[in-house]
C-alpha cells in the first residue's frame, strides 16, 4: 500500500493488473495505447485555481504558426512581425507576441542519457523543440509499402529531428506507442521502427472492387459505377452479360443494381469503414494528446491513404481534432510511384470496355482524396507519386526548421463554441506561399461537456497520450528491479512520490484530509505489453505525518513483475480536491536475469520503521536522490547468479567509495566478503554519515567481485547532498 497514508486506501473492485496486447483498435501496446480508461469523477477544480490545460481556444491569446515559403518548396527566413497581416473571420488582428524560430541544421553529437530518477520538475526544455508524432498506418500499408516506408523513418530518425524534439511513433495495429526525447531516445525509436510491418494484403482475385466504387454503390447508389463493375465481372467471368436487346440502352436507362454487385459492394464497404475508422480514431486520438502542447506540432501520417467519406463522422471529428491541437497533419503516400492501374494488368483479364478506361485511369486521383483533404485542411500537405519517400519526409522536417509563431487577441470575446476562421498574409512577398491552421473554435463550455464520450475521463486519457510531462503536481519516479520469481520474470518495484506540499488538504478534527487519484502503466518496447493499475487513495494525516511527507514527499509504490527488456512506466496523478495534474515518464532496463547481477541498490536516508509495506528490519526505497547534509545515508541491495561452491555456498566481496563528482572522497570501505545466508543468499545493508559531506553533486561506487567465476561488477549510484534545511524548500530536480 502507500507508505504515510493514514486511513483507507485500496484498488478499485474488479480492477488490477491487466495485460494488454496490440491488435484491436484502441489496443496499443505502449501504457499510452491501452484500453480507453474509464471515467473517473474528479472534483471540480475551485475558480480561484488555474484551470487544467485544454486547447487554445481558452486563452486570452491564440497562437498561430507560419510555415512560409517560396514555390519551390524552400522556408523563407528572416521575416519580420510588421510583415504579417492576420485576421479572424475578416476582421483585422493586432499581433500582440512574434518570434521567429530556426532549429539547428545538424544533429548534435551527444545525446542526453536517460535519468536515473525522472522528474517533471525539470528546468525548462528548449521552447523551440518541435513535437512529431509518426502514424504508421500499418492497417494499410502492404509488405513492399512497410519495407520503403521503414527506411524513410529511420533516414527521418537520424537526419531529421534535432536534440529537445519529442518524437511518438505509433502504429495502427502492431501495438506500438512510444513516446521518446531526441536525440537519446533515438535508437529506442529505431528499434521499434525495425520490428514494424505493413498488415493490408490487397485483393487480387477477379471479384476485386474498390473503396471507392463499393462507397459509390454501396451508400450512394450510383448506377454508373454498378454498371461499370458489372462489365468488368461480366469480361472476367464471374457474372453473366444481362439478358437485354439493347445493351446501350439498358446502360443509360438502368434503375437498378445488379443483386451480386451490390452484396459484393456492401462487403467492400463494410471492410473499408472497419480500416477507416481504426485509422482515424487513432488519429483523432495522436492529435488530441497535442492540445496542451505548445510550439510547432507536427502529425505525419504514412499509409496508402483512403478515399473521402463524408458518412464517416471521424472525418470531422479528426478535423476539430487538428484545429483544436494547432497541429499539422502530412500525409505521406507510401505507395510511391504508380504506373498503370491495376485494372490494366493482365492478372485482370482482358481489355476494359472503352467506356470504362477513363474511370479506370482517373480512379487513383480519388483513392487517397481522404488522407489529402485532412492534411490540406490542418496546414500541412501531402507526399506522393515518389519511390523516394525520404526526401518526402526531409521536406517535412526542413519545413519545421524555420517557422514564426503569431499571436493575437481575438476581437470576438464570444464563448460560443463556433468555429472561427483564421487568414494568415505576407502581403509584401507575393511569391511567398502559406501554411497554417485555417481557424480554431471558441471555447465553450457547453462544447467541452460535448466531448466528453461516455467511458471515458478525457482529461487523464490526454494526459497519458501527451509526450509531454505535465507539471501541476510535482512528481519524481524511479524503478527498482530485484530477485526473479517462479515465472522467470523479475520482480520490480516502481515508486513515484507526490509532492505533498501541492495537494490541497483540508484540516478537520485535528488531521489532514485529501485524496489523489492514479493511474500507472508500464509497457515493454519490443512486445508492446502493457500493464495497467488504477487506485484512489483518501488521506487522513496527522500533523506530524503531515510535516514529514511534505519534506520526503508522499510515495506510491506498485510491484511489476517483468521480462527482460526495456520499458516505459508513466503515471498521472490527480488531487481530487483541486484537480491539479501531474504526469512523469521514467524509462528503464530489466537484465538478463541469468548471469551474475545486483539488484537496484536502495539509497535512502529513510528509518525501517517509517515505511508501511517494508519488509521489517530493511530501509524502504524511496525515488528521492537527495539528501540532507548531517542525515545517515542507508544501502542496500541483494546479489544473484553468484557461482556456488561444493556446499552449495558463494563466495563474494564488495567494497564501495562514496565520493563528489571532482573525485574527493566522502567514505572508502575495503572489499570485503558477504556473508550469505544458511540459504546461501547475499545481501547486506550498509550505512554511513553526511555530516562531512559538502553540499554538493556525489556518486556512490560499489565494487562486487565473484572469488569461484571471477566475474566482477561496478554499479554507480547518483546523489546530492543538500544543506541543512533546504529540503523541504527545494523541488527535486534530480536526474541522474
Known amino acids: 500500500m502507500n507508505p504515510g497514508a493514514e486511513g483507507r486506501s485500496g484498488p478499485d473492485p474488479g480492477r488490477g493488473w491487466t495485460g494488454l496486447r496490440g491488435g484491436g483498435l484502441f489496443c496499443l501496446g505502449l501504457l499510452l495505447g491501452a484500453s480507453l480508461l474509464p471515467a473517473q469523477e474528479p472534483a471540480q477544480p475551485k475558480a480561484s485555481q488555474a484551470p487544467l490545460p485544454t486547447f487554445p481556444g481558452q486563452i486570452e491569446q491564440v497562437t498561430v504558426d507560419v510555415v512560409v515559403t517560396d514555390k519551390k518548396g524552400v522556408p523563407l527566413s528572416g521575416l519580420a512581425q510588421n510583415e504579417f497581416e492576420i485576421s479572424e473571420d475578416g476582421v483585422p488582428q493586432t499581433v500582440v507576441s512574434f518570434e521567429a524560430v530556426r532549429v539547428p541544421p545538424a544533429p548534435s553529437a551527444t545525446p542526453k542519457p536517460a535519468p536515473r530518477v525522472s522528474t517533471n520538475q525539470r528546468e525548462a526544455e528548449d521552447t523551440h523543440g518541435r513535437t512529431f508524432v509518426v502514424l504508421f498506418d500499418d492497417i494499410r500499408l502492404t509488405a513492399a509499402m512497410a519495407q520503403r516506408a521503414k527506411g524513410a523513418v529511420a533516414d527521418f530518425l537520424r537526419s531529421g529531428v534535432r536534440e529537445g524534439d519529442r518524437v511518438t511513433l505509433v502504429a495502427t495495429l502492431a501495438g506500438t506507442w512510444w513516446t521518446t526525447r531526441m536525440e537519446a531516445g533515438r535508437d529506442e525509436l529505431l528499434a521499434l521502427v525495425k520490428g514494424l510491418d505493413g498488415r493490408y494484403i490487397p485483393d487480387n482475385g477477379r471479384e476485386r472492387m474498390t473503396d471507392l466504387e463499393a462507397k459509390r454503390i454501396h451508400i450512394d447508389r450510383d448506377i454508373e459505377a454498378a454498371q461499370r463493375v458489372q462489365r468488368r465481372y461480366t469480361e472476367l467471368g464471374v457474372t453473366q452479360q444481362p439478358q437485354t436487346p439493347d445493351p446501350q440502352q439498358s446502360r443509360l436507362f438502368a434503375t437498378s443494381i445488379d443483386p451480386y454487385v451490390s452484396s459484393r459492394a456492401a462487403e467492400v464497404y463494410s471492410q473499408y469503414r472497419v480500416r477507416s475508422r481504426t485509422t482515424l480514431a487513432i488519429l483523432q486520438r495522436s492529435l488530441e494528446a497535442l492540445n496542451a502542447t505548445k510550439g510547432r506540432k507536427s502529425v505525419i501520417l504514412i499509409s496508402a491513404g ?283 532496463d530489466v537484465p538478463d536475469l541469468s548471469g551474475f547481477r545486483v539488484s537496484t541498490p536502495v539509497l535512502t536516508d529513510s528509518r525501517p520503521e517509517e515505511g508501511e509495506g517494508a519488509t521489517p528490519g530493511q530501509a524502504p526505497p524511496v525515488a528521492r536522490r537527495e539528501f540532507v547534509q548531517g542525515e545517515e545515508l542507508v544501502c542496500r541491495f541483494e546479489v544473484y547468479g553468484a557461482q556456488k561452491d561444493g556446499s552449495g555456498m558463494p563466495r563474494v566481496d564488495m567494497g564501495y567509495v562514496a565520493r563528489r563528482v571532482d573525485g574527493a572522497v566522502l567514505k572508502a570501505v575495503a572489499p570485503a566478503e558477504i556473508r550469505p545466508t544458511s540459504l546461501g543468499k547475499l545481501s547486506r545493508l550498509f550505512r554511513f554519515s553526511l555530516q562531512a559531506a559538502e553540499p554538493g553533486s556525489y556518486e556512490l561506487v560499489m565494487i562486487f567481485y565473484d572469488h569461484l567465476s571471477g566475474k566482477s561488477l561496478e554499479l554507480k549510484e547518483p546523489f546530492s547532498v543538500l544543506g541543512e534545511g533546504t529540503l523541504e524548500q527545494t523541488p527535486s530536480r534530480t536526474g541522474g
Open 306 to 588: 483512403f478515399i473521402w467519406d463524408p458518412n464517416l463522422e471521424e472525418f470531422k471529428r479528426v478535423a476539430q481534432a487538428a484545429r483544436r491541437a494547432n497541429t499539422a497533419v502530412y500525409f505521406v503516400n507510401a505507395e510511391g510511384l504508380k504506373g498503370m492501374a491495376s485494372q490494366f494488368t493482365a492478372e485482370f483479364g482482358g481489355a476494359l470496355p472503352e467506356t470504362d478506361l477513363g474511370f479506370a485511369l482517373g480512379e487513383d486521383f480519388w483513392d487517397a482524396e481522404g488522407a489529402e483533404t485532412i492534411a490540406s485542411e490542418s496546414g500541412g500537405f501531402t507526399v506522393r507519386d515518389s519511390n523516394d519517400l525520404s526526401a518526402g519526409l526531409k521536406r517535412i522536417a526542413d519545413e519545421n526548421g524555420i517557422y514564426y509563431l503569431l499571436g493575437y487577441s481575438p476581437k470576438n470575446p464570444a464563448r460560443d463554441g463556433a468555429f472561427r476562421k483564421i487568414t494568415v498574409k505576407v502581403p509584401g512577398r507575393k511569391d511567398a506561399l502559406i501554411r497554417a491552421r485555417k481557424g480554431y473554435y471558441a471555447p465553450s463550455d457547453i462544447a467541452e461537456a460535448g466531448r466528453q464520450r461516455q467511458g471515458v475521463d478525457r482529461t487523464f486519457q490526454e494526459a497519458l497520450d501527451s509526450p509531454y510531462e505535465m507539471g501541476g503536481l510535482p512528481l519524481r519516479m524511479t524503478h527498482f528491479v530485484a530477485d526473479e520469481t517462479i515465472l522467470g520474470k523479475a520482480r520490480v518495484e516502481v515508486v513515484t512520490e507526490v509532492d505533498l506540499r501541492a495537494l490541497e488538504l483540508e484540516a478537520r478534527d485535528g488531521r489532514y484530509r485529501g485524496g489523489v487519484e492514479f493511474l500507472l502503466l508500464t509497457a515493454q518496447r519490443e512486445t508492446g505489453e502493457s500493464l495497467r493499475y488504477e487506485q484512489k487513495v483518501e488521506l487522513n494525516l496527522l500533523p506530524d505525518t503531515r510535516e514529514r511527507l511534505r519534506t520526503t514527499w508522499f510515495p506510491i509504490r506498485r510491484e511489476f513483475e517483468l521480462q527482460r527488456g526495456a520499458y516505459l512506466a508513466k503515471i498521472v496523478v490527480r488531487d481530487m480536491r483541486s484537480g491539479r495534474l501531474g504526469t512523469v515518464v521514467h524509462k528503464f
